[in-house]
């Protein structure tokens, strides 16, 4: 449905920084919603940042820390995360929702995942 190009993503000291990227490509589909979720160790995955309609909105642990973003087209949105925490440590997946020209939602669609390690 969408190819997915995640980067960015490595290890960092604690109050470190570091910016994902997630490239799109290869779908007909229209994309509303882009997010980004991560998941720890022995956790389950949650979502940390979703950008819909222009509006932001953030897992409460993350605001005024980290920041989504998107181009213009669509075809890549970014989560720049800034002061980041060791219990931040975990695998961050970038997602999107699909619908067709009709407006039909189709589904969403999940990238490989990239590695954020936080540890001094």
């Known amino acids: 449905q969408v190819q997915f190009t995640e980067s960015g993503g490595g290890s960092v000291e604690p109050g470190g920084s570091l910016t994902l990227s997630c490239s799109l490509s290869?779908?007909?589909?229209?994309?509303?919603?882009m997010a980004w979720y991560r998941q720890a160790p022995g956790k389950e995955r949650e979502l940390v940042a979703a950008i819909t309609h222009g509006a932001n909105s953030y897992t409460d642990s993350v605001k005024g820390r980290f920041t989504i973003s998107r181009d213009n087209a669509k075809t890549a949105f970014y989560l720049q995360m800034n002061s980041l925490k060791p219990e931040e440590t975990a695998v961050y997946y970038c997602?999107?929702?699909?619908?067709?020209?009709?407006?039909?939602?189709?589904?969403?669609?999940w990238g490989q995942g990239t590695q954020v390690t936080v540890s001094s």
């Open positions: 290869g779908t007909t589909f229209s994309i509303d919603v």
């Open positions: 997602n999107v929702h699909l619908y067709r020209p009709n407006g039909d939602y189709v589904g969403n669609s």
